[in-house]
């Protein structure tokens, strides 16, 4: 930031352009933290992921863990499932969210109050909305099951958890309950950030409202939905609260990502070693995925010139 | 421009009420489910209306689970804390980025925010380790200390875009009086940033208060300092799950979230959105 009323270089311009030892003293506390909170245990996660580390010890096994878990017939299936799962509930959150920013930005009555009562799933504890959840998918006594029953479309009590497709489905579910309400305020403030002579302009020149979302709306917040649709699909890849509670990771694995898995072996099973292999791959998989957006991304706006 | 007609606003409400009923529902079943009777609760088929409601069950969850009001107590003591270190963290460094420039800004900055690419049951093991080196297992620092090195990028990126606003003017005018780079700090800048103080905090603390579940199970064993989100599934027994006392626990337990929320939801969805949208 640079002053243009004064016009003229102030001792504290030059100071604020110059002084990096204060800027870095400033930065320090929340640096060091991090690195000694989250740097190291990284590293340390390298490490072990090379040792055969247990409750007896550790010693150095080189590829070992990484050629069996290679060679492990499960786990090809739990990486696609952990990309499938993350595929599926990314986009939904991403339409969902786009669905309810129109309706909340639309001029209709009661608009602030919808604003309001569309956050309680984010704000309240993921474990309690997931208690909630699990009341829900209850067969005998759940509302979904008795509902479908009243209708006609179930014979009898289903339990959506119990069953490996509809609880792979109800998981989904639930973490896109959890996500779409920030995705929806996110994409709410794009749409109130859009300049209004756009849609004027358009609407004296006789475009329709379809039109008008397709060619203004959805190419103006297209920064913001993009950005928001790879900070999710991060957070929805290391999601862990929401099938632990509802699942555990079953049945017979139905449910399991890459990390319930992980926390499966290390923490259940007390393999640290070869559950920091695990939790390397979910790191150079998730920061793989994440590069090849970006540059999918940096290639979109070239052809299309998007800055 | 483009007024909407009735039948296009009949249209509308339809899809918000549908939008709102896929939001709400689950805390609508958990108040039903707490209203009824246990042994009503396992009647099937599922039934909407019963003549046998009542608020028992609220009174009952202080006597199966005697800790529940500690367990409470603990999540939002722990959201607190996590809020205050985080903070005290955030504070200083969204300040330095959004003022100076210097060798190493982008990169570290970026590295800030590359921290919300692991989840913290990515790094568990190790963060097992470090704890008990620090002697902080089973403590209340268990799960502060991690809680708020996850809170602490997003914060710097919130609190950073903030700053960023307020006018460097002013700062000059009091680095010409004499004043110390301290001073300028806390009675110039800050007092300024208050409104994005408070964003960034709750942001900060409902973040501390939703999150707590798996350095909870995983870091802590000792009942006195569990948070509500471990404490709560006490409901679930070896023989049968008080399904009604804990949802009426959980409704219990959302509350002071759900207050701070209230008050602030003007600031919080302003500045959120505000803050995001700037970059």
Known sequence: MKSKILGHNTNWQKFVRSHTLYAWLLIAPAALFLILIVGWPLVETVRLSFTDA??????????????????????????????????????????LGIIGALLLNAKLKGRSAFRVMVMPPWIVPMAIGCIGWLWLYNGHFGIISGVLMHLGLLDGPFSFLAYKTSAFYSTVV?????????????????????????????????????????????PQIMPVIVTMALLSSIW??????????????????????????????????????????????VVILLTVFSLIYLLLL?????????? | MGRFNIFQKILLYIAIAVFMTFILLPFFEMFMASLRPLEHLFRSPYQFWSDDMSLQAYSDIWVTVPMLGRYI??????ATVTTMLCMSFVIPSAYSYARFSFKGKRISLGLFLGVNMFAGAVLLIPLYKLL??????????????????????TGIWLLKAYLEKIPIELEESAYIDGASRMYILRRV???????????????????????QFLFAITFNQKREFMPLPAG??????????????????????????????LFLQKYLVEGLTKGALKQ
């Open chain 1, 54 to 95: 247990g409750l007896g010890g550790e010693k150095y096994i080189g590829w070992q863990n990484f050629e069996k878990l290679f060679n492990s017939r499960k786990y090809p299936g739990i990486v696609g499932r952990t990309f499938y799962w993350m595929f599926l509930s990314v986009s939904l959150k991403m339409i």
């Open chain 1, 174 to 218: 639930t973490d896109v309950w959890i996500g779409t309400p920030m995705v929806t305020i996110f994409f709410l403030a794009a749409m109130q950030g859009v300049p209004q002579d756009l849609y004027e302009a358009a609407y004296v020149d006789g475009a329709s409202r379809w039109y008008r979302f397709r060619r203004i709306t959805i």
């Open chain 1, 236 to 281: 929805t890849f290391n999601s862990f609260e929401i099938i632990w509670i509802l699942t555990e990771g079953g049945p017979r694995g139905a449910t399991t990502t890459m990390i319930i898995d992980t926390y499966k072996m290390a923490i259940a099973n007390y393999k640290f070693g070869y559950g920091a292999t695990r939790a390397l791959m």
């Open chain 1, 298 to 307: 940096n290639k979109v706006n070239e052809k299309f010139k998007i800055k």
């Open chain 2, 73 to 78: 107590f603990n999540s939002v003591f722990l």
């Open chain 2, 132 to 153: 008990r080196t620090f002697g902080f297992l089973n403590t209340y620092a268990a799960m502060f200390v991690p809680g708020a090195a996850f809170l602490v990028p």
């Open chain 2, 189 to 211: 800048v800050l007092p300024l940033a208050v409104p994005g103080l408070i964003v960034v905090a709750v942001a900060t603390f409902i973040g501390a208060y939703a999150q």
């Open chain 2, 232 to 261: 709560i599934f006490e409901f679930i027994g070896y023989q049968t799950v008080k399904w009604n006392q804990m949802m009426a626990a959980s409704l219990v337990g959302i509350i002071p979230v759900l207050v701070i929320f």
